[in-house]
């Protein structure tokens, strides 16, 4: 079974950084497209940021410029980093990998969560 454990979230003033990390465990054989989704209250889950496994990025307008996404495929691994931080930003993020090719076929995983508050 895989599972996607998240980690690195938190508060922080506006204006300052937060890294967030994402790990894929269980017996994986390939990862085609990592990604982060977040959810504020009251909105829709969005993209934030995709990496599929040949280093291809894809960003939410609103976060070009500011995070960046990188990932590890040898250790099935995502990071976001988040800079310039605004209120906007405050939301619970979502870790996404998929299709992922394991023992028993091909599926999409989600993490849990964490959440990331930006105020002063």
């Known amino acids: 079974q895989v599972q996607l454990v998240e980690s690195g979230g938190g508060l922080v003033q506006p204006g300052g950084s937060l890294r967030l990390s994402c790990a894929a465990s269980g017996i994986i054989f390939s990862i085609n497209t990592m990604a982060w989704y977040r959810q504020a209250p009251g909105k829709q889950r969005e993209l934030v940021a995709a990496i599929i496994r040949g280093g291809s990025t894809n960003y939410a307008d609103s976060v070009k410029g500011r995070f960046t996404i990188s990932r590890d495929n040898a250790k099935n691994t995502v990071d976001l980093q988040m800079n310039s931080l605004k209120p906007e930003d405050t939301a619970v993020y979502y870790c996404?990998?998929?299709?992922?090719?394991?023992?028993?076929?091909?599926?999409?995983?989600w993490g849990q969560g964490t959440q990331v508050t930006v105020s002063s």
């Open positions: 996404n990998a998929g299709p992922v090719i394991t023992t028993t076929g091909i599926h999409d995983y």
